[in-house]
Protein backbone atom coordinates (compact mmCIF):
# COMPACT_ATOMS: atom_id res chain seq x y z
CA UNK A 1 0.00 0.00 0.00
CA UNK A 2 2.31 3.01 -1.04
CA UNK A 3 4.58 1.66 2.32
CA UNK A 4 1.81 2.83 4.38
CA UNK A 5 0.94 -0.51 6.07
CA UNK A 6 3.85 -1.36 8.70
CA UNK A 7 2.25 -3.55 11.15
CA UNK A 8 3.72 -3.77 14.97
CA UNK A 9 3.26 -5.67 16.86
CA UNK A 10 0.08 -8.49 15.89
CA UNK A 11 -0.34 -11.32 18.43
CA UNK A 12 -2.34 -12.62 21.28
CA UNK A 13 -0.71 -11.97 24.68
CA UNK A 14 0.28 -14.98 26.48
CA UNK A 15 1.29 -15.58 29.34
CA UNK A 16 -1.56 -14.25 30.77
CA UNK A 17 -0.90 -12.16 34.78
CA UNK A 18 -3.16 -14.56 36.69
CA UNK A 19 -4.25 -17.69 35.91
CA UNK A 20 -2.47 -20.97 34.77
CA UNK A 21 -3.80 -21.73 31.40
CA UNK A 22 -1.76 -24.45 29.19
CA UNK A 23 -0.05 -22.38 27.23
CA UNK A 24 1.29 -19.71 29.85
CA UNK A 25 4.31 -22.13 31.15
CA UNK A 26 5.69 -22.36 27.58
CA UNK A 27 6.36 -18.52 27.48
CA UNK A 28 7.12 -18.36 31.14
CA UNK A 29 9.78 -21.03 30.48
CA UNK A 30 10.43 -19.59 26.88
CA UNK A 31 10.37 -15.24 26.87
CA UNK A 32 10.84 -15.83 23.03
CA UNK A 33 7.24 -17.05 22.88
CA UNK A 34 5.41 -13.94 24.55
CA UNK A 35 3.23 -12.32 22.31
CA UNK A 36 1.76 -8.84 23.62
CA UNK A 37 -2.39 -8.11 23.17
CA UNK A 38 -2.91 -7.94 19.32
CA UNK A 39 -3.09 -4.37 17.69
CA UNK A 40 -1.74 -2.57 14.27
CA UNK A 41 -0.32 0.29 13.66
CA UNK A 42 -0.97 2.09 10.34
CA UNK A 43 0.58 4.92 8.16
CA UNK A 44 -1.14 7.42 6.62
CA UNK A 45 1.67 9.83 5.73
CA UNK A 46 5.05 10.85 6.64
CA UNK A 47 5.09 10.92 10.08
CA UNK A 48 1.39 10.23 10.79
CA UNK A 49 -0.13 6.86 12.35
CA UNK A 50 -2.98 5.05 13.76
CA UNK A 51 -3.59 2.67 15.86
CA UNK A 52 -5.66 -0.04 15.62
CA UNK A 53 -7.11 -1.06 19.33
CA UNK A 54 -5.04 0.65 21.83
CA UNK A 55 -4.03 -2.55 24.14
CA UNK A 56 -2.49 -2.48 28.23
CA UNK A 57 0.83 -2.96 26.12
CA UNK A 58 0.20 0.02 23.78
CA UNK A 59 3.35 1.68 26.05
CA UNK A 60 6.16 -0.67 24.91
CA UNK A 61 4.38 -1.49 21.62
CA UNK A 62 5.23 2.13 20.91
CA UNK A 63 9.10 2.14 22.06
CA UNK A 64 9.74 -0.87 20.05
CA UNK A 65 9.01 1.06 17.09
CA UNK A 66 11.20 4.37 16.49
CA UNK A 67 8.28 5.64 14.13
CA UNK A 68 6.00 6.09 16.94
CA UNK A 69 8.12 7.22 19.15
CA UNK A 70 6.88 11.11 20.88
CA UNK A 71 8.87 14.39 19.31
CA UNK A 72 10.54 16.48 18.61
CA UNK A 73 7.98 18.66 20.86
CA UNK A 74 7.58 17.53 24.79
CA UNK A 75 3.90 16.49 23.76
CA UNK A 76 4.17 15.95 20.06
CA UNK A 77 3.61 12.27 18.91
CA UNK A 78 3.05 10.86 15.16
CA UNK A 79 0.15 8.99 16.71
CA UNK A 80 -2.94 10.70 14.92
CA UNK A 81 -5.39 8.63 16.60
CA UNK A 82 -6.54 5.24 17.79
CA UNK A 83 -9.28 2.90 15.45
CA UNK A 84 -11.36 0.56 17.25
CA UNK A 85 -12.40 -3.19 16.45
CA UNK A 86 -15.12 -3.40 19.18
CA UNK A 87 -15.15 -2.20 23.06
CA UNK A 88 -13.57 -4.95 24.95
CA UNK A 89 -10.99 -3.61 27.73
CA UNK A 90 -7.87 -5.56 26.03
CA UNK A 91 -8.45 -3.56 23.07
CA UNK A 92 -9.76 0.31 24.95
CA UNK A 93 -7.48 -0.05 28.08
CA UNK A 94 -4.88 1.48 26.09
CA UNK A 95 -6.49 4.56 25.50
CA UNK A 96 -5.87 6.16 28.81
CA UNK A 97 -2.35 5.88 28.15
CA UNK A 98 -2.39 8.41 25.60
CA UNK A 99 -3.12 10.96 27.71
CA UNK A 100 0.10 13.49 27.13
CA UNK A 101 -0.26 13.79 23.72
CA UNK A 102 -1.49 17.17 22.69
CA UNK A 103 -4.49 15.99 21.28
CA UNK A 104 -6.02 12.87 19.65
CA UNK A 105 -8.62 10.81 17.27
CA UNK A 106 -10.77 7.69 18.44
CA UNK A 107 -12.63 6.57 15.53
CA UNK A 108 -15.39 3.66 16.72
CA UNK A 109 -19.07 2.72 16.29
CA UNK A 110 -22.02 4.30 17.93
CA UNK A 111 -22.14 1.57 20.33
CA UNK A 112 -18.57 1.76 21.27
CA UNK A 113 -18.35 5.27 21.11
CA UNK A 114 -21.23 4.94 23.88
CA UNK A 115 -19.72 2.17 25.96
CA UNK A 116 -16.21 4.22 26.45
CA UNK A 117 -18.18 7.15 26.99
CA UNK A 118 -21.06 6.25 29.60
CA UNK A 119 -19.32 2.82 30.79
CA UNK A 120 -16.26 3.53 30.65
CA UNK A 121 -15.96 7.63 31.34
CA UNK A 122 -13.18 8.36 29.03
CA UNK A 123 -14.65 11.46 27.91
CA UNK A 124 -14.37 13.01 31.27
CA UNK A 125 -11.18 11.00 32.60
CA UNK A 126 -9.40 12.40 29.83
CA UNK A 127 -10.87 15.32 29.48
CA UNK A 128 -8.53 17.14 31.96
CA UNK A 129 -4.95 15.82 30.43
CA UNK A 130 -5.59 16.40 26.40
CA UNK A 131 -8.47 16.81 23.46
CA UNK A 132 -10.15 13.68 22.02
CA UNK A 133 -12.11 13.90 18.69
CA UNK A 134 -14.28 10.88 18.71
CA UNK A 135 -14.95 10.22 15.03
CA UNK A 136 -17.91 7.66 13.67
CA UNK A 137 -16.13 4.72 11.96
CA UNK A 138 -18.12 4.29 8.92
CA UNK A 139 -19.84 1.30 7.98
CA UNK A 140 -20.77 1.77 4.76
CA UNK A 141 -18.61 3.65 2.26
CA UNK A 142 -14.85 4.35 3.32
CA UNK A 143 -13.69 7.39 4.71
CA UNK A 144 -10.45 9.31 4.37
CA UNK A 145 -8.48 8.64 7.83
CA UNK A 146 -6.78 12.46 7.27
CA UNK A 147 -9.66 13.62 5.01
CA UNK A 148 -7.71 13.75 1.65
CA UNK A 149 -9.86 12.04 -0.70
CA UNK A 150 -6.18 10.40 -1.92
CA UNK A 151 -5.66 9.10 1.36
CA UNK A 152 -5.87 6.14 3.40
CA UNK A 153 -9.37 5.12 3.82
CA UNK A 154 -11.22 2.88 6.62
CA UNK A 155 -14.76 1.35 6.97
CA UNK A 156 -16.14 -1.14 9.41
CA UNK A 157 -17.53 -4.19 8.28
CA UNK A 158 -20.04 -5.57 11.56
CA UNK A 159 -19.38 -9.10 12.35
CA UNK A 160 -20.82 -9.51 16.08
CA UNK A 161 -23.30 -7.94 18.30
CA UNK A 162 -21.17 -9.17 21.14
CA UNK A 163 -20.80 -6.30 23.89
CA UNK A 164 -18.33 -6.57 26.56
CA UNK A 165 -19.46 -7.50 30.23
CA UNK A 166 -19.38 -4.46 31.45
CA UNK A 167 -21.95 -3.43 28.95
CA UNK A 168 -23.73 -6.73 28.81
CA UNK A 169 -27.36 -4.77 29.46
CA UNK A 170 -26.33 -2.30 26.97
CA UNK A 171 -28.53 -2.29 23.34
CA UNK A 172 -28.61 -4.82 21.03
CA UNK A 173 -26.44 -3.75 17.91
CA UNK A 174 -24.63 -5.72 15.41
CA UNK A 175 -21.95 -2.68 15.31
CA UNK A 176 -20.40 -3.89 18.44
CA UNK A 177 -17.49 -5.45 16.42
CA UNK A 178 -16.23 -5.03 13.44
CA UNK A 179 -13.78 -5.84 10.97
CA UNK A 180 -11.26 -3.16 9.18
CA UNK A 181 -11.24 -2.65 5.75
CA UNK A 182 -7.94 -0.57 4.66
CA UNK A 183 -8.22 1.08 1.70
CA UNK A 184 -5.27 2.82 -0.22
CA UNK A 185 -6.52 4.67 -3.66
CA UNK A 186 -3.13 5.40 -4.66
CA UNK A 187 -2.33 2.02 -5.30
CA UNK A 188 -5.36 0.30 -5.07
CA UNK A 189 -4.19 -2.19 -2.01
CA UNK A 190 -6.47 -3.10 0.27
CA UNK A 191 -6.36 -5.25 4.27
CA UNK A 192 -8.67 -6.80 6.02
CA UNK A 193 -8.44 -6.59 9.63
CA UNK A 194 -10.09 -8.94 11.69
CA UNK A 195 -9.12 -9.82 15.64
CA UNK A 196 -12.40 -11.15 17.07
CA UNK A 197 -14.84 -12.96 14.80
CA UNK A 198 -18.24 -14.24 15.65
CA UNK A 199 -19.32 -15.17 12.18
CA UNK A 200 -18.42 -14.88 8.60
CA UNK A 201 -21.06 -12.69 6.77
CA UNK A 202 -21.21 -12.02 3.43
CA UNK A 203 -20.04 -8.78 3.35
CA UNK A 204 -17.24 -9.94 5.09
CA UNK A 205 -16.46 -12.71 2.56
CA UNK A 206 -16.46 -10.35 -0.54
CA UNK A 207 -13.50 -7.70 1.54
CA UNK A 208 -11.86 -10.88 2.06
CA UNK A 209 -11.60 -11.80 -1.59
CA UNK A 210 -11.42 -8.68 -3.11
CA UNK A 211 -8.26 -7.75 -0.59
CA UNK A 212 -4.25 -8.22 -0.76
CA UNK A 213 -3.49 -8.83 2.85
CA UNK A 214 -6.18 -10.67 5.28
CA UNK A 215 -5.51 -10.56 8.72
CA UNK A 216 -7.65 -12.64 11.47
CA UNK A 217 -9.07 -14.24 14.21
CA UNK A 218 -7.06 -16.89 15.54
CA UNK A 219 -7.81 -16.75 19.52
CA UNK A 220 -8.64 -20.90 19.87
CA UNK A 221 -7.49 -23.84 17.03
CA UNK A 222 -10.46 -25.38 17.55
CA UNK A 223 -14.55 -25.09 19.29
CA UNK A 224 -13.94 -27.36 21.96
CA UNK A 225 -10.51 -25.90 23.03
CA UNK A 226 -11.59 -23.56 25.66
CA UNK A 227 -13.94 -26.40 27.39
CA UNK A 228 -11.17 -28.87 26.98
CA UNK A 229 -8.39 -26.71 28.35
CA UNK A 230 -10.69 -25.61 31.71
CA UNK A 231 -10.99 -22.10 30.89
CA UNK A 232 -14.63 -21.89 29.91
CA UNK A 233 -17.88 -24.01 29.49
CA UNK A 234 -18.35 -22.57 26.95
CA UNK A 235 -16.89 -23.29 22.97
CA UNK A 236 -15.30 -21.10 21.15
CA UNK A 237 -18.06 -20.03 18.82
CA UNK A 238 -20.07 -19.79 22.15
CA UNK A 239 -17.40 -17.52 23.26
CA UNK A 240 -17.49 -14.98 20.36
CA UNK A 241 -14.57 -16.61 18.10
CA UNK A 242 -14.35 -18.83 14.89
CA UNK A 243 -12.10 -21.26 15.51
CA UNK A 244 -9.30 -22.22 12.70
CA UNK A 245 -9.69 -25.62 12.29
CA UNK A 246 -12.84 -27.89 12.37
CA UNK A 247 -16.28 -27.80 9.99
CA UNK A 248 -16.65 -23.92 9.35
CA UNK A 249 -13.32 -22.98 10.81
CA UNK A 250 -11.71 -19.65 9.60
CA UNK A 251 -8.91 -21.78 8.12
CA UNK A 252 -11.01 -23.47 5.40
CA UNK A 253 -12.18 -19.94 4.43
CA UNK A 254 -9.03 -18.17 4.06
CA UNK A 255 -6.78 -21.41 2.17
CA UNK A 256 -8.80 -20.50 -1.34
CA UNK A 257 -7.72 -16.82 -0.94
CA UNK A 258 -5.32 -14.98 -3.74
CA UNK A 259 -4.61 -12.75 -0.42
CA UNK A 260 -1.77 -13.39 2.01
CA UNK A 261 -3.61 -14.44 5.39
CA UNK A 262 -2.40 -14.57 9.07
CA UNK A 263 -3.89 -15.02 12.03
CA UNK A 264 -3.83 -13.15 15.13
CA UNK A 265 -5.13 -12.63 18.51
CA UNK A 266 -3.62 -15.99 20.34
CA UNK A 267 -5.10 -17.19 23.37
CA UNK A 268 -2.44 -18.30 25.92
CA UNK A 269 -4.35 -22.01 25.14
CA UNK A 270 -3.91 -22.08 21.68
CA UNK A 271 -1.26 -24.32 20.49
CA UNK A 272 0.07 -21.89 17.77
CA UNK A 273 1.68 -19.99 20.75
CA UNK A 274 4.57 -23.03 20.54
CA UNK A 275 6.88 -22.19 17.79
CA UNK A 276 7.42 -25.98 17.22
CA UNK A 277 3.73 -27.25 17.29
CA UNK A 278 2.68 -29.63 14.12
CA UNK A 279 -0.59 -26.95 13.72
CA UNK A 280 2.14 -24.54 12.12
CA UNK A 281 2.76 -27.02 9.56
CA UNK A 282 -0.81 -27.59 8.78
CA UNK A 283 -1.47 -24.09 7.73
CA UNK A 284 1.91 -23.12 6.14
CA UNK A 285 0.57 -26.04 3.59
CA UNK A 286 -2.38 -23.71 3.33
CA UNK A 287 -0.66 -20.96 2.61
CA UNK A 288 -1.63 -19.53 5.59
CA UNK A 289 0.70 -17.87 8.53
CA UNK A 290 0.50 -16.49 11.71
CA UNK A 291 1.51 -13.04 12.48
CA UNK A 292 4.42 -12.05 15.51
CA UNK A 293 4.80 -9.26 17.63
CA UNK A 294 6.61 -6.39 15.62
CA UNK A 295 5.74 -7.85 12.24
CA UNK A 296 6.27 -5.36 9.02
CA UNK A 297 3.75 -5.92 6.38
CA UNK A 298 4.81 -4.29 2.76
CA UNK A 299 3.04 -3.82 -0.30
Not at 23 to 40: F, M, Q, V
Not at 73 to 95: F, K, S, W, Y
Not at 130 to 159: K, Y
Request: charged fraction near 20%.
Amino acid sequence: MGGRFPAPPAGGAPPLVTGGAPGSAGPRAHPHRRRRHASLAVRTGEGRWYVVNATPDIGDQIEERPELHPGPGPRQTPLAGVILTDAELDHTLGIARLREADGFQVLATAPVRQALLDRQRLGEVLAPYTDVTWRELPGHGAEPLDGTPSGLQVSGIPVSGKRPRYAADAPDDDAWVVALRLYDPSSGASVLYAPALAAWPDRLQQAAAEADCVIVDGTFWDDEEPRRTGISSRTATGMGHLPIDGPGGTAERLAPLAARCLYTHLNNTNPLVDPAAPQHKRLARLGIEVAHDGMVIEP
